[in-house]
Protein backbone atom coordinates (compact mmCIF):
# COMPACT_ATOMS: atom_id res chain seq x y z
CA UNK A 1 0.00 0.00 0.00
CA UNK A 2 1.11 3.12 -0.97
CA UNK A 3 1.83 5.95 1.29
CA UNK A 4 0.55 10.08 1.04
CA UNK A 5 3.85 12.18 1.76
CA UNK A 6 3.46 13.90 5.09
CA UNK A 7 4.32 17.17 2.70
CA UNK A 8 1.17 16.43 1.15
CA UNK A 9 -0.48 16.18 4.16
CA UNK A 10 0.41 19.37 5.66
CA UNK A 11 -0.35 21.26 2.29
CA UNK A 12 -3.54 19.80 1.90
CA UNK A 13 -4.21 20.68 5.75
CA UNK A 14 -3.06 24.47 4.64
CA UNK A 15 -5.32 24.25 1.66
CA UNK A 16 -8.52 23.87 3.53
CA UNK A 17 -7.77 25.61 6.38
CA UNK A 18 -6.63 28.73 4.40
CA UNK A 19 -10.17 28.32 2.08
CA UNK A 20 -12.15 28.11 5.30
CA UNK A 21 -10.48 31.14 6.60
CA UNK A 22 -11.15 33.12 3.29
CA UNK A 23 -14.62 31.93 3.10
CA UNK A 24 -15.82 33.48 6.82
CA UNK A 25 -14.22 36.57 5.36
CA UNK A 26 -16.01 36.35 2.00
CA UNK A 27 -19.12 35.09 3.50
CA UNK A 28 -19.69 37.76 6.29
CA UNK A 29 -20.53 40.83 3.86
CA UNK A 30 -22.09 38.07 1.15
CA UNK A 31 -24.42 37.30 3.71
CA UNK A 32 -24.79 40.16 5.89
CA UNK A 33 -23.47 38.39 8.32
CA UNK A 34 -22.65 39.70 11.93
CA UNK A 35 -20.17 37.61 13.33
CA UNK A 36 -19.12 37.68 17.10
CA UNK A 37 -15.79 37.34 19.20
CA UNK A 38 -15.93 33.65 18.77
CA UNK A 39 -16.76 33.41 15.26
CA UNK A 40 -13.39 35.92 14.59
CA UNK A 41 -11.53 34.19 16.79
CA UNK A 42 -12.49 31.04 14.81
CA UNK A 43 -11.27 32.56 11.85
CA UNK A 44 -7.91 33.63 13.38
CA UNK A 45 -7.59 30.13 14.42
CA UNK A 46 -7.95 29.05 10.68
CA UNK A 47 -5.61 31.82 9.78
CA UNK A 48 -2.84 30.21 11.82
CA UNK A 49 -3.60 26.94 11.30
CA UNK A 50 -2.59 27.70 7.34
CA UNK A 51 0.30 29.15 8.04
CA UNK A 52 1.25 26.26 10.61
CA UNK A 53 0.54 23.93 7.57
CA UNK A 54 2.66 25.63 5.54
CA UNK A 55 5.80 25.27 7.88
CA UNK A 56 5.12 22.17 8.43
CA UNK A 57 5.88 21.46 4.88
CA UNK A 58 9.28 23.07 5.10
CA UNK A 59 11.36 19.94 5.07
CA UNK A 60 13.10 20.43 7.70
CA UNK A 61 11.98 18.27 10.66
CA UNK A 62 12.44 20.24 13.96
CA UNK A 63 10.51 22.93 12.15
CA UNK A 64 7.94 20.32 10.62
CA UNK A 65 7.63 18.54 14.23
CA UNK A 66 7.51 22.07 15.90
CA UNK A 67 4.86 23.42 13.87
CA UNK A 68 2.98 19.85 13.42
CA UNK A 69 2.57 19.38 17.04
CA UNK A 70 1.40 23.43 17.38
CA UNK A 71 -0.95 22.51 14.46
CA UNK A 72 -2.64 19.88 16.77
CA UNK A 73 -3.34 22.12 19.80
CA UNK A 74 -4.40 24.79 18.42
CA UNK A 75 -7.02 23.14 16.03
CA UNK A 76 -7.95 20.72 19.58
CA UNK A 77 -8.29 24.74 20.67
CA UNK A 78 -10.43 25.43 17.32
CA UNK A 79 -12.49 22.16 18.10
CA UNK A 80 -12.89 23.27 21.79
CA UNK A 81 -14.07 26.95 20.80
CA UNK A 82 -16.65 25.58 17.99
CA UNK A 83 -18.47 23.71 20.30
CA UNK A 84 -18.94 26.02 23.21
CA UNK A 85 -20.24 28.50 20.20
CA UNK A 86 -22.32 25.28 19.13
CA UNK A 87 -23.62 24.68 22.52
CA UNK A 88 -24.46 28.71 23.30
CA UNK A 89 -26.69 28.18 19.85
CA UNK A 90 -28.55 25.05 21.16
CA UNK A 91 -29.53 26.64 24.57
CA UNK A 92 -33.01 28.19 24.39
CA UNK A 93 -33.51 31.61 22.91
CA UNK A 94 -32.51 34.60 25.19
CA UNK A 95 -30.99 32.06 27.95
CA UNK A 96 -27.27 32.50 27.99
CA UNK A 97 -24.94 34.70 26.20
CA UNK A 98 -20.93 34.68 25.01
CA UNK A 99 -21.50 38.70 26.21
CA UNK A 100 -20.67 40.10 29.81
CA UNK A 101 -19.41 42.55 32.26
CA UNK A 102 -15.40 42.87 31.66
CA UNK A 103 -14.62 41.77 28.49
CA UNK A 104 -11.98 38.70 29.11
CA UNK A 105 -8.38 38.36 26.85
CA UNK A 106 -10.12 36.73 23.84
CA UNK A 107 -12.97 39.57 23.18
CA UNK A 108 -9.82 42.30 24.27
CA UNK A 109 -7.69 40.59 21.61
CA UNK A 110 -10.75 40.30 18.77
CA UNK A 111 -11.48 43.86 19.73
CA UNK A 112 -7.67 45.30 19.63
CA UNK A 113 -7.69 43.58 16.09
CA UNK A 114 -11.07 44.57 15.13
CA UNK A 115 -9.71 48.00 15.42
CA UNK A 116 -6.74 47.55 13.25
CA UNK A 117 -7.79 45.46 10.37
CA UNK A 118 -11.89 45.93 11.07
CA UNK A 119 -12.77 44.04 7.33
CA UNK A 120 -11.24 40.84 8.95
CA UNK A 121 -11.76 40.96 13.13
CA UNK A 122 -15.03 43.31 13.60
CA UNK A 123 -16.81 41.59 15.64
CA UNK A 124 -20.24 42.63 15.65
CA UNK A 125 -23.22 40.03 16.52
CA UNK A 126 -23.90 37.81 19.90
CA UNK A 127 -22.40 34.03 19.73
CA UNK A 128 -25.98 32.20 20.51
CA UNK A 129 -27.22 33.80 17.13
CA UNK A 130 -26.95 31.03 14.80
CA UNK A 131 -26.60 33.36 11.41
CA UNK A 132 -26.11 31.36 8.05
CA UNK A 133 -27.55 27.31 8.48
CA UNK A 134 -26.55 25.24 5.78
CA UNK A 135 -28.18 21.50 6.12
CA UNK A 136 -28.96 22.13 9.39
CA UNK A 137 -25.72 23.32 10.44
CA UNK A 138 -24.43 26.89 11.73
CA UNK A 139 -21.36 28.03 10.74
CA UNK A 140 -19.83 27.38 14.44
CA UNK A 141 -21.02 23.48 13.85
CA UNK A 142 -19.64 23.27 10.48
CA UNK A 143 -16.28 25.06 11.72
CA UNK A 144 -16.23 22.43 14.33
CA UNK A 145 -16.41 19.71 11.65
CA UNK A 146 -13.54 21.48 9.88
CA UNK A 147 -11.61 21.89 13.06
CA UNK A 148 -12.11 18.28 14.35
CA UNK A 149 -11.47 16.57 10.56
CA UNK A 150 -7.79 18.96 10.68
CA UNK A 151 -7.13 17.66 14.44
CA UNK A 152 -7.52 14.13 12.70
CA UNK A 153 -5.35 14.78 9.72
CA UNK A 154 -2.36 16.39 11.19
CA UNK A 155 -2.72 13.19 14.17
CA UNK A 156 -2.29 10.94 11.31
CA UNK A 157 0.23 13.29 9.66
CA UNK A 158 2.44 13.73 12.95
CA UNK A 159 1.84 9.79 13.19
CA UNK A 160 2.96 8.94 9.85
CA UNK A 161 6.41 11.57 10.04
CA UNK A 162 7.39 9.79 13.10
CA UNK A 163 6.79 5.81 12.27
CA UNK A 164 8.50 6.34 8.49
CA UNK A 165 11.80 7.04 11.24
CA UNK A 166 11.40 3.91 12.45
CA UNK A 167 11.09 1.99 9.77
Not at 11 to 35: C, G, K, M, N, Q
Not at 38 to 50: G, P, S
Request: a neutral charge.
Amino acid sequence: MRRISTRALWLLLAVITATVAAASIILTPWFDLDPCYLCIFQRLLFMVLALLAILATSGIAQLTTFAGLLFIVVSAGGVSVAAYQSWLQWQPADTVSCVGGQPNLLEQLIEWLGEKVPALFLASGFCEDRGLVIFGLSLANLAGLVFSGALALALWAWWQSKTRHLV
